[in-house]
């Protein structure tokens, strides 16, 4: 009775819930400068405010595709759908970072089991003939988050409160929950499975010590944490070690976390890789130039989501046909081709940008950027299942996901992280010295002393557009006045400096992933036409 319900009204109800995580993810990127403001976070708080999402939906979503095998895959679809709501609400009512941090690392764990059911159920639901065509709808709901994000989140930031861009997620989950209740069918598992409890706690803890010690390391100036004994290097040792006993343990279990067999399959490694390269590349994008836009730039959050307006609308239009074309000819040169523009988008942004650039400045090289992407996108994931073993498709699905999470959590670490902040002390220090010859010899000190202070207890790149220096006190008007100019400046046009360099570290993983192209084994198309038939009746089997 449940599989008679129409397939493509539960489609629906799937990519509402799909299209809010990764809505959610797009808005919350444009509203970083805003909550910087409201919160008086510093860069490295607001990062961990992104990477708190990314660290738990990356490192749970293998464990939420096992819990919808035990539990039933509408019953998990709901329950995290259910929690993101709930997180999105306290995410909303945070009054300050860290309560911030804890509700978005809740949205994390919500969206992790929430999300690998999508997959699941639509090829359970769909004919092989007509699954090409559910997940075509389902990429074309990325895309439409990416273009709707930015613009919708800069009205709410800009007329409403950046709080809104949480709350907004609320009424939309009980709909998405009421709905999937009537529309959606209650698959049920055929077998019993087990939950590999001790992969979680270990794949966690190395991650969180590897991802801390990134993000952490120029703020400590990558030497002892204040009141530890621990260093950061330490910390991300004991990460990696972490996550090498890890992959040993997955080594010796019935059903592991992550099936290790999963990667003979050469194109799958090579998929894997490609994923946490872009990835890694698209998050360090986004957030220095989201934060470049409007605190370097001035433009209002509305004005800076329109800008990024060319990279979504190309990626939309291209997505599709690049999906087509690697069914006939297979994904190794189209996927070369989407890092080489990708990457050449980047380094074009590099060099156009500056303190003066407007809006149209940025038209042409977003425009690469987003036809690099629509030719990443549905070819990776495409090339990565095509071969996939039926009874392992989850899995794989599973791990490529965590993958893409994982290079992007590394992403903001080290491109925004690591790299930018210690390219921007630089630069806001010798800009300050250069600045000080204006003032009179009674104040500069004090005025390089302030940003040098700055840089060590955690730059606030929106407050002020001073990277919240400490500047002197009690001056005339007047002084004041130069002051706070002279400050405005040093900050525009270091963070413009540090930015290239920074750009240049994500261009350099897309010509790593152009060059791993070459690894792709290219198949005939009917190599994988078959696994597709043999993968819905497997799925109706263990459902039924």
């Known amino acids: 009775m449940e599989q008679r319900r129409n397939p493509w009204l539960a489609l629906l109800v799937l990519c509402l819930g799909f299209f809010v995580v990764l809505l959610d993810a797009t808005i919350v990127n444009v509203a970083i400068p805003t909550m910087?403001?409201?919160?008086?976070?510093?860069?490295?708080?607001?990062?961990?405010?992104?990477?708190?999402?990314?660290?738990?939906?990356?490192?749970?979503?293998?464990?939420?595709?096992?819990?919808?095998?035990?539990?039933?895959?509408?019953?998990?679809?709901?329950?995290?759908?259910?929690?993101?709501?709930?997180?999105?609400?306290?995410?909303?009512?945070?009054?300050?970072?860290?309560?911030?941090?804890?509700?978005?690392?809740?949205?994390?764990?919500?969206?992790?089991?929430?999300?690998?059911?999508?997959?699941?159920?639509?090829?359970?639901?769909?004919?092989?003939?007509?699954?090409g065509a559910a997940f075509g709808i389902l990429s074309g709901v990325t895309g439409l988050a990416a273009v709707a994000g930015p613009t919708l989140g800069g009205l709410i930031v800009t007329y409403l409160d950046w709080r809104w861009i949480f709350f907004v997620n609320v009424p939309i989950g009980i709909a998405g929950i009421a709905l999937a209740f009537l529309l959606v069918p209650d698959l049920r598992p055929g077998k019993r499975h087990r939950l590999d409890l001790v992969g979680v706690g270990l794949a966690t803890a190395g991650l969180s010590g590897v991802v801390f010690g990134l993000i952490e390391g120029q703020?400590?100036?990558?030497?002892?944490?204040?009141?530890?004994?621990?260093?950061?290097?330490?910390?991300?040792?004991?990460?990696?070690?972490?996550?090498?006993?890890?992959?040993?343990?997955?080594?010796?279990?019935?059903?592991?976390?992550?099936p290790l067999s999963l990667f003979r399959n050469r194109n799958f490694s090579v998929m894997v890789w490609l994923s946490a390269l872009w990835s890694f590349a698209l998050i360090g994008m986004l957030l220095t130039t989201t934060i470049y836009l409007q605190s370097v730039l001035g433009m209002s959050?509305?004005?800076?989501?329109?800008?990024?307006?060319?990279?979504?609308?190309?990626?939309?239009?291209v997505g599709p046909f690049a999906g087509r074309l690697t069914d006939r000819i297979?994904?190794?040169y189209i996927l070369m081709l989407g890092f080489v523009l990708f990457g050449g988008g980047l380094a074009g942004l590099a060099l156009v940008e500056s303190v003066t650039s407007t809006s149209f400045t940025f038209t042409l090289p977003l425009a690469v950027?987003?036809?690099?992407?629509?030719?990443?996108?549905?070819?990776?994931?495409?090339?990565?299942?095509?071969?996939?073993?039926?009874?392992?498709?989850?899995?794989?699905?599973?791990?490529?996901?965590t993958s893409r999470q994982i290079g992007s959590a590394i992403g903001s670490a080290v491109i925004a992280g690591a790299v930018l902040q210690n390219q921007l002390a630089s630069a806001l220090h010798e800009r300050a010295l250069t600045a000080a010859v204006q003032l009179p010899p009674q104040l500069r000190q004090g005025f390089i002393d302030g940003f040098a202070s700055a840089a060590r207890g955690g730059l606030e790149v929106?407050?002020?557009?001073?990277?919240?220096?400490?500047?002197?006190?009690?001056?005339?008007p007047q002084a004041l006045q130069l002051v706070q100019r002279l400050a405005h400046d040093v900050f525009v046009n270091a963070y413009t400096t540090a930015m290239r360099?920074?750009?240049?570290?994500?261009?350099?993983?897309?010509?790593?992933?152009?060059?791993?192209?070459?690894?792709?084994?290219?198949?005939a198309q009917s190599a994988g036409e078959q696994p597709a038939g043999e993968r819905a009746q497997e799925i109706r089997e263990l459902a039924s």
């Open 330 to 332: 297979g994904g190794r």
């Open 219 to 258: 703020r400590y100036e990558w030497g002892a944490i204040a009141g530890s004994p621990l260093t950061i290097p330490e910390i991300i040792a004991a990460g990696v070690v972490l996550l090498g006993v890890f992959l040993a343990w997955e080594r010796f279990q019935r059903e592991p976390l992550v």
């Open 301 to 317: 959050a509305v004005r800076a989501g329109l800008t990024t307006t060319p990279l979504t609308l190309c990626m939309v239009l």
């Open 462 to 476: 929106g407050r002020g557009q001073s990277g919240a220096a400490q500047l002197p006190t009690g001056l005339p």
């Open 501 to 523: 360099p920074t750009l240049a570290v994500a261009v350099a993983s897309l010509l790593i992933g152009a060059l791993s192209c070459i690894l792709i084994a290219q198949r």
């Open 36 to 131: 910087l403001d409201s919160l008086h976070a510093s860069l490295d708080q607001i990062l961990w405010v992104v990477n708190a999402f990314l660290l738990t939906f990356a490192v749970l979503l293998v464990t939420g595709g096992r819990l919808g095998d035990i539990l039933g895959q509408r019953n998990l679809f709901v329950g995290g759908l259910g929690g993101f709501s709930v997180a999105s609400a306290l995410c909303g009512l945070a009054q300050d970072p860290n309560q911030l941090i804890a509700a978005r690392a809740l949205q994390g764990v919500s969206a992790a089991i929430l999300s690998p059911q999508t997959l699941v159920i639509v090829s359970a639901i769909f004919p092989a003939r007509r699954r």
């Open 369 to 401: 950027t987003g036809l690099g992407m629509g030719c990443i996108i549905a070819p990776l994931t495409t090339e990565a299942m095509r071969e996939v073993p039926p009874v392992q498709s989850g899995a794989a699905s599973g791990t490529l996901n």
